[in-house]
């Protein structure tokens, strides 16, 4: 398709998901062209009808578990456009999490399929789009963590069954602080978002308040609910990123942008 040359264009993994659709929707409102690359094309699909498919740039076939999936997706990006302006990598969730088991009761195929989920796919997709932005001396990667990286998960009761997406979300933010800190005096920026409890595909924000209040009635503070009284939406979350990914944040790297509602305060 013809795009104009004015337009940046942004790459998001996890594109047809709540929060990749979400980011997507705000960098288009930003000015952007998007590419929305997702294992699900009919959820990718969904969601550039959502988001207007003026601006929907491509929407690919990606598995961010499978490394050459994820190179495929870079190349014919750059291929295609000449260039990734952005990058936003917002796969994951869904059964990756892990098991809802005590940690010691675990294998190490249920810590595999969170790591590479959680952490190595977002290091894959840094390491097949780093190249093209280096040649551009230019460019701006968001990652997503989430507030288990920042304090080793949800609070009171949610906080079990946590440990190893805990330590995958720290890993994403370790990992985003070093390229943020290498590649600074390139012209690349990096930064991640945290959010706190956020709708998702499966779940939309209100219907997580009734599941919330349910869970209130049965352990109080138990729901992760904001202060704000809501939990997150995507655009929420969409606007934090596009934000950390638009010029007005260029004097931001190796942040990590908490999108709690409140939820902790630092």
Known sequence: MRLSASRPIGLITGGGGAIGSGIAAALVRDGWSVVLADRDLVAA???????GRAHVAAILACDV?????????VEQTTSTFGRIDGLATAA???KAVGPRTLFWETGRQDWTLNLETHLVSVMTTCQAVLPQMLKQKSGVILNVASGAGLRGGPPMSRQRFAEVYALAKAGVIAFTQSIALEFAPLGVRANCIAPGRAESTRRTADGLLAVGHEEEAREPGSSRLSPLGRFGR????GNAAAFLMSDRSTWITGTCMDVSGGIRLH
Do not use: N
Request: net charge negative; with cysteine.
């Open 45 to 51: 699909k969904a969601a550039a009808e959502r988001i």
């Open 65 to 73: 578990c499978d490394e050459a999936s994820v190179r495929s997706v």
């Open 92 to 94: 994951g969730g869904g």
């Open 234 to 237: 995507s655009d929420d979350l």
